[in-house]
């Protein structure tokens, strides 16, 4: 499955964003689908997942109460609701999806699809 990410932008601290994952070709039911970011000069990490159903998620600690992921398998998407964004928060972020669901440590090497990201730029 091939996932894009879109939905970026420029925010001021305090604000919040939406992001959208969408699928080409692939029904994205089918998908665990995870969120990472990448911040300039450093390497990628996770962020969210959530499972096939939408019944479950599991997020990383730095955005955990201010981030939500969502997914709406009628339209084939996968959200990522940003608020209370912080200049930390800047990175390209990107969805990429895997068959299985697992809480804890997520590797990226375990998920395939990865899209172009979408640039996040928090000002301060």
């Known amino acids: 499955v091939q996932l894009q990410a879109s939905g970026g932008g420029l925010v001021q601290t305090g604000g919040s964003l939406r992001l959208s994952c969408a699928a080409s070709?692939?029904?994205?039911?089918?998908?665990?689908v995870g969120w990472f970011r990448q911040p300039p000069g450093k390497g990628r990490v996770f962020v969210a997942v959530?499972?096939?159903?939408?019944?479950?998620?599991y997020y990383a600690d730095s955005v955990k109460g201010r981030f939500t992921i969502s997914r709406d398998n009628a339209k084939n998407e996968v959200y990522l609701q940003m608020n209370a964004l912080k200049p930390e928060d800047t990175a390209v972020y990107y969805c990429?999806?895997?068959?299985?669901?697992?809480?804890?440590?997520?590797?990226?090497?375990?998920?395939?699809?990865w899209g172009q990201g979408t640039l996040v730029t928090v000002s301060s």
């Open positions: 990429a999806g895997r068959l299985w669901y697992a809480a804890g440590s997520q590797p990226t090497t375990s998920y395939d699809g």
């Open positions: 070709g692939r029904t994205l039911s089918a998908y665990s």
């Open positions: 959530i499972n096939k159903s939408g019944s479950n998620q």
